[in-house]
């Protein structure tokens, strides 16, 4: 997903948690110091949930031995609203893929992620043990993580992130904003008067001019999934970021990308993520949340759902 075009608004762009964050701001006069907000709120997503920072409060509870630890305010929103996900995904987005993802090759931050590596292991992928596994009290602050589970939030905190930091903006600085993580989109405060124009492609990092179509929102979020992009290579196998819980290895490339609008950038991405696992079985869930949804299959083909508007109108 690229950044917004056609706004008179100003927008920044930067790296940040092994992906491309953005902010647009509709007073152009706070951009600065909504940039510097969003680098605060990505910090301390990146302090609570990091899997690759081995003092993360995540890392120091998969370290705990399976005993209760307390953690941050922050954290156990983070885990709450990872297995809130599960739940409502039915399991196909699950944060107990940790130990999958580490055994495909994704042991560290994307950006320092090979392209290329020795093939991994010959045992065969083990299913992730299930969000039911997770203890948390959010009111007392108490995590617990059985011993040998390690917890992945990346897909759920990034969109967390989005709606977190675009509610903090607009509150703090008073003006419309949009957040854009990697493809998860918010937005809060007073839209443009046409809303916010996002443009869909299969990378966050593509030139507005590639967008295959443009959609304008004015409040929730958006977010688009994709199996093209986050990609390496391990042996002779091409492998990417979206796990299937079931299988404990990377989910069938069905659909090459989904995107999905919602009343918040962490339930879009929930959909969008599930799309991609369910695959074929994609149609039949969106339908059933009754959200609005594009999908590209694998073969280039779109399909829309729930109101998508089936005439989108080229980027660019």
Not at 225 to 254: C, F, M
Request: hydrophobic share 40%.
């Amino acid at each position: 997903m690229s950044t917004p075009q056609g706004l008179a608004p100003a927008s920044t762009t930067f790296r940040a948690i092994g992906t491309t964050a953005s902010v647009l701001t509709a007073g152009p006069k706070v951009l600065g110091a909504a940039a510097v907000l969003l680098r605060l709120q990505l910090e301390q997503l990146d302090e609570a949930c990091s899997r690759f920072r081995p003092g993360s409060e995540l890392s120091l509870a998969h370290r705990s031995g399976g005993k209760p630890v307390v953690v941050s305010g922050l954290l156990a929103e983070l885990v709450q609203a990872s297995l809130d996900v599960a739940r409502l995904t039915e399991g196909a987005v699950d944060p107990t893929v940790g130990n999958a993802v580490i055994g495909l090759g994704y042991d560290r931050d994307f950006d320092a992620l090979p392209a290329r590596g020795p093939r991994v292991g010959d045992s065969p992928p083990v299913p992730a043990p299930g969000w039911e596994c997770v203890e948390l009290d959010v009111a007392n602050r108490l995590l617990r993580i059985p011993e040998g589970v390690r917890l992945d939030l990346g897909s759920s905190a990034k969109a967390f992130a989005a709606d977190r930091a675009a509610r903090a903006i607009a509150a703090d600085l008073g003006t419309g904003v949009l957040v854009n993580l990697g493809g998860d989109v918010a937005v809060a405060g007073p839209p443009p008067p046409d809303g916010w124009c996002v443009g869909i492609s299969m990378s966050a990092r593509d030139h507005p001019e590639h967008s295959q179509v443009t959609v304008c929102i004015r409040s929730g979020g958006l977010a688009s999934s994709g199996t093209t992009v986050r990609a390496w290579r391990r042996g002779e196998r091409r492998l990417h970021h979206i796990v299937d819980p079931r299988t404990g290895d990377v989910a069938d490339e069905y659909w090459q990308l989904a995107t999905v609008a919602a009343g918040s950038c962490l339930v879009a991405n929930a959909a969008s993520t599930a799309a991609i696992v369910k695959g074929s079985g994609a149609s039949q869930m969106l339908c059933e949340m009754a959200l609005p949804a594009r999908l590209v299959r694998s073969d280039g083909e779109v399909f829309v759902f729930n109101g998508w508007p089936s005439a989108t109108r080229k980027a660019g």
